[in-house]
């Protein structure tokens, strides 16, 4: 497996499987650190813990801090909690924070590393395929506000990201699926032949699974060197989730409904923005239903009714892209063709809807 390193030193580092824990081990005797605190959730500290501290050379004293799993735990609260203990074990700035786990542990524990004592350095070791190809790279750290997605964050990237393909065997194929979707987004902004790659899982195997997430990322962190800031280019990196964090947010709040996953959201959002796309953008009808076909193969579709779609409309005026209260798409001209800033019709919203659920 390859490392990605690029040409500016600040720019974020990744390395994979055997080569991870030699960069990770160098770095920890270069750098000398007071403590290594690594944040867990239940499940990545039954499963993944013992394994990666097997695998950690150091004599720094480590302290495991855990929070409990799921997006509904990604809070303020949760970083109060952890922000305490790092400060009752004797966290201070020259400590290092290790993120070992998903999406969630990710962005958490990057916003603490990067608030605590005015920031602290971290490590991300993503334990799930969305965090692998989503959310640890980039750098963008955050918690939600309520059942609203990421209202509270920075953007500051970890030192470098760890990842070890073989936690990919701990997941149940739910969380595969989710981690999926991003991958399938990224074909869409930025590859046809990336797209068309993914459309034929059934003809791949493990090894060529390392390679589709080794490109997965170079997608995004190519993207993200060019916009960190998310300027212009790295909107791109939205596309399906301006209606996909709203109905990941709905779904989330409302207690009769089945909770989603950010991929099975997501996966809804593309669906949507792709026939947004055909009807605005001149997006090709055939790739459209091309879409359709492969995320409902893979995700099934979900009953959403005409009074759900009415509130999922009014989670979108939360969206962090919007601007002077207007709500903004990601769509396409073509795969490998975003446009930014797009804004549509509600009525043309619950057409989209429509086309999803024929």
């Not at 994979?16 to 030699?22: D, Q």
């Not at 990224?186 to 993914?198: M, V």
């Not at 990322?217 to 280019?233: S, T």
């Not at 779904?251 to 409904?257: A, I, M, N, Q, V």
Request: negative net charge; glycine residues 8%; aromatic residues 8%.
């Amino acid at each position: 497996m390859n490392t990605i390193m690029t040409e500016n030193p600040q720019d974020i580092q990744v390395f994979f499987n055997e080569k991870g824990y030699t960069r990770i081990n160098t770095f920890l005797k270069e750098k000398n650190f007071t403590k290594i605190f690594i944040i867990v959730d239940s499940n990545t500290h039954d499963y993944c813990l013992s394994p990666f501290l097997q695998k950690l050379e150091s004599t720094t004293n480590i302290e495991v801090v855990e929070m409990e799993p799921g997006e509904e735990n990604k809070t303020i609260e949760t970083c109060n909690g952890i922000w305490n203990a790092l400060s009752e074990l004797g966290g201070d700035r020259k400590s290092l924070v290790i993120n070992l786990g998903g999406g969630v542990v990710t962005d958490l524990g990057g916003f603490v590393a990067a608030t605590f004592k005015r920031g602290i350095s971290c490590i991300h070791v993503p334990t799930t395929l969305l965090a692998m190809v989503d959310a640890a790279v980039g750098g963008k750290n955050g918690v939600n506000l309520d059942a609203l997605k990421n209202q509270i964050g920075v953007i500051r990237p970890p030192e470098m990201i760890v990842t070890d393909t073989s936690f990919l065997q701990t997941l149940p194929p739910a969380e595969m699926r989710s981690g999926l979707a991003e991958m399938l987004k990224h074909g869409l902004i930025s590859d046809e032949n990336y797209w068309k790659k993914l459309c034929n899982l059934q003809d791949l195997d493990l090894t060529d699974l390392d390679q589709l997430i080794l490109e997965s990322i170079e997608i995004k962190e190519d993207i993200v060197i060019k916009d960190p800031n998310e300027q212009g280019l790295r909107k791109s990196l939205n596309f399906g989730h301006t209606l996909g964090h709203a109905i990941e947010s709905y779904f989330l709040e409302e207690p009769t409904k089945p909770k989603l996953l950010h991929g099975e959201a997501v996966a809804i959002g593309m669906v949507l923005a792709a026939y947004l796309s055909a009807k605005t953008e001149n997006f090709s009808e055939e790739i459209l239903h091309e879409i359709k076909k492969v995320i409902t193969s893979i995700y099934g579709k979900v009953e959403i009714t005409l009074a759900d779609q009415e509130k999922i409309l009014e989670f979108m005026k939360f969206d962090k892209k919007n601007e002077g209260g207007k709500i903004n798409f990601v769509l396409l001209r073509q795969i490998g063709e975003p446009v930014i800033d797009r804004q549509v019709s509600n009525e043309l919203i619950f057409n989209a809807f429509e086309y999803y659920l024929d």
